[in-house]
């Protein structure tokens, strides 16, 4: 997919208009992620226990993020990472594989073998359909940062907040970790621009096609 060169500037009072959309869009999120939580109960069983059985360590994983209007929430996920993963990060800081405020390392030595299965099929990030649920998240949407990537965000990558961040994205269902972080904010910024019940609702089938075959998640 071509990453757009030039700069999107998002008119905020045109995105505030889209109100039949914002609704239309929580009433399916809601409806769609408990289903989804209903249905995929027996995979979450399985996953859950794969983890126990490697580590025996916590199953979930809870990450604080940063949401639309700069508000935090405590984003869960399937724990694919070693216990100490977090004090281990400053260590390897040096070895990031993407430029600006976000880390991503292609063979990250704190991923465990389960973990590097449901990262690559995004597995790990199911149970964010908890963060849906309770509003936290919508179903598409720009990838929640981190606190410390929102210190260092400039003016321009500041516009990724105007929207209640995603489980998945223009991003994350086309490119992810083949770009950087520059390429993420004008994706993300892309989709913000021409958001829409039908573009969201293709990139949920773009989603459910890397169940099946995998992208550069890692």
């Not at 292609?106 to 199911?126: A, C, Q, V, Y």
């Not at 105007?162 to 994205?169: A, D, E, I, R």
Request: with cysteine.
């Amino acid at each position: 997919m071509k990453v757009l060169k030039q700069k999107i500037i998002i008119d905020q009072d045109k995105l505030a208009k889209k109100i039949t959309y914002h609704i239309i869009k929580r009433i399916f999120d809601f409806i769609a992620s408990l289903c989804g939580l209903i249905i995929l109960s027996p995979l979450f069983l399985v996953v859950a226990l794969l983890i126990k059985l490697e580590d025996h360590g916590p199953v979930f994983y809870k990450q604080k993020r940063v949401g639309k209007g700069q508000r935090e929430f405590d984003m869960f996920k399937f724990r694919s990472m070693h216990v100490d993963a977090d004090k281990r990060l400053a260590e390897l800081k040096k070895q990031n594989e993407v430029d600006g405020p976000m880390f991503k390392m292609k063979n990250d030595p704190r991923i465990t073998k389960i973990g590097h299965f449901i990262r690559k099929t995004s597995i790990d990030e199911l149970p964010q359909l908890f963060n849906v649920v309770r509003g936290d998240m919508s179903l598409v949407g720009p990838r929640p940062p981190l606190p410390s990537e929102v210190a260092e965000y400039t003016d321009y990558d500041m516009q990724r907040l105007l929207v209640v961040p995603g489980c998945s994205g223009l991003w994350q269902a086309t490119v992810r970790n083949s770009v950087g972080f520059h390429e993420m904010v004008q994706l993300d910024l892309e989709y913000i621009q021409k958001s829409s019940i039908w573009f969201d609702i293709k990139i949920l089938f773009m989603t459910i096609k890397i169940l099946f075959k995998p992208n550069s998640a890692y």
